[in-house]
T-cell receptor, first 110, second 115 residues
Framework: DAKTTQPNSMESNEEEPVHLPCNHS???????IHWYRQLPSQGPEYVIH???SNVNNRMASLAIAEDRKSSTLILHRATLRDAAVYYC???????????FGSGTKLNVKP | DTEVTQTPKHLVMGMTNKKSLKCEQH?????MYWYKQKAKKPPELMFV???????INESVPSRFSPECPNSSLLNLHLHALQPEDSALYLC??????????????FGEGSRLTVL
């Protein structure tokens, strides 16, 4: 199964954009790129996912490199409530396997 | 209803006890999952059920026994656990294979302490 690599931690100022990177150099053509986040004392929650094209939703944007070996989760205006651990995950189409990488702990400063 | 409900929220048990964790969802999802999460670590996949059949067992010790009695319920039976099994146990559900909604819905977890 393909693996993901993320920085251990990042810091951002409130109301500024945040770019969270993820490397997945061994990604295959049928792997979807998923992002989840986990707030303290809660279960992970879905943020966004994509296959090849960039994706936007109300929470974030996902930018996928042309060769798909990396992706970036973009929070357009970080708030204190966005402080969490963000996980980049590869899910193989037609397989119910979601393997979490080590994640990036995002700290948002007021 | 977009909730996954896990009970109990906290459980303390001895190494000789038998207990169960319960998970329930009413979103019509036909795939359900158990994850184990140790402090400051990512969730680790344990089991996956698809259409009420066990489809993935990540070489989990037999002292953990999953059960999916119907499409809404998932249980994890615990017996003869070790102190190192103390962790947060997370349940999740999703659409099954072949459907690209892709989203996993997680419960808040059951925090297990083994004495």
């Amino acid at each position: 199964d393909a693996k993901t690599t993320q920085p251990n931690s990042m810091e951002s100022n409130e109301e500024e954009p945040v770019h969270l990177p993820c490397n997945h150099s061994t990604i295959s053509g049928t792997d979807y790129i998923h992002w989840y986040r986990q707030l303290p004392s809660q279960g992970p929650e879905y943020v966004i996912h994509g296959l090849t094209s960039n994706v936007n939703n109300r929470m974030a944007s996902l930018a996928i490199a042309e060769d798909r070996k990396s992706s970036t989760l973009i929070l357009h205006r970080a708030t204190l409530r966005d402080a969490a651990v963000y996980y980049c995950i590869l899910r193989k189409y037609n397989f119910n396997k979601f393997y979490f990488g080590s994640g990036t702990k995002l700290n948002v400063k007021p | 209803d977009t909730e996954v409900t896990q009970t109990p929220k906290h459980l303390v048990m001895g190494m000789t006890n038998k207990k169960s964790l319960k998970c329930e969802q009413h979103m019509g999802h036909r795939a359900m999952y158990w994850y184990k999460q140790k402090a400051k670590k990512p969730p680790e996949l344990m089991f996956v059920y698809s259409y009420e059949k066990l489809s993935i067992n990540e070489s989990v010790p037999s002292r953990f026994s999953p059960e999916c009695p119907n499409s809404s319920l998932l249980n994890l039976h615990l017996h003869a656990l070790q102190p190192e099994d103390s962790a947060l146990y997370l349940c999740a559900s999703s659409q099954p294979t072949g459907k690209d909604t892709g989203e996993l819905f997680f419960g808040e977890g059951s925090r297990l302490t083994v004495l």
